[in-house]
């Protein structure tokens, strides 16, 4: 019992009591966390020739409206609602082929956006048509359906 004692004492004595003038230590604060990443926003430059090649496609100057959509390509090369405007200027330039693949890239970059993979499907099956192709159109077409 005195040896517990002597123990229990000797243990206390190793611990100091913080000096009057000493704060008692705080625990760790945790790091700071990082926000949620905010949702995207357009590119101002990416609307702004995206209104211009609108324009320019309602107005008849594909060329011009083709020009804008491959600047605003080359800020934005992965934008999968780009690469189908440039598909539909391409459509109505009369360049069937070079539709049907800009659409298949756009559809590359779509993601889980079943309507721009639809209306991709859609533009292919047209390209397909214009070029004589009914069976590929078709099958375009029920690809559109899924």
Known sequence: MRLLFLLVL?????????????K?????????????????????????LMDSARADAAAGNLAGAAASLERALRIEPRN?????????????QGQHAQAES???????????????????????????EARGDAE????ALEQSNR
């Open 10 to 22: 000797l243990v206390a004595s190793c611990t100091t009591p913080p000096a009057p003038d000493q």
């Open 80 to 92: 999968p609602r780009l690469w189908h405007e440039l598909a539909r200027v391409r459509l109505k």
């Open 136 to 139: 590929g159109a078709k099958a």
């Open 24 to 48: 008692p230590e705080e625990p760790p604060t945790p790091p700071p966390v990082a926000p949620a990443t905010p949702p995207r926003q357009e590119n101002i430059a990416i609307a702004g």
């Open 102 to 128: 800009v659409a298949a890239r756009s559809n590359s970059w779509a993601g889980d956006d079943k309507m721009l993979r639809a209306e991709n499907w859609r533009l292919i099956a047209q390209a397909r």
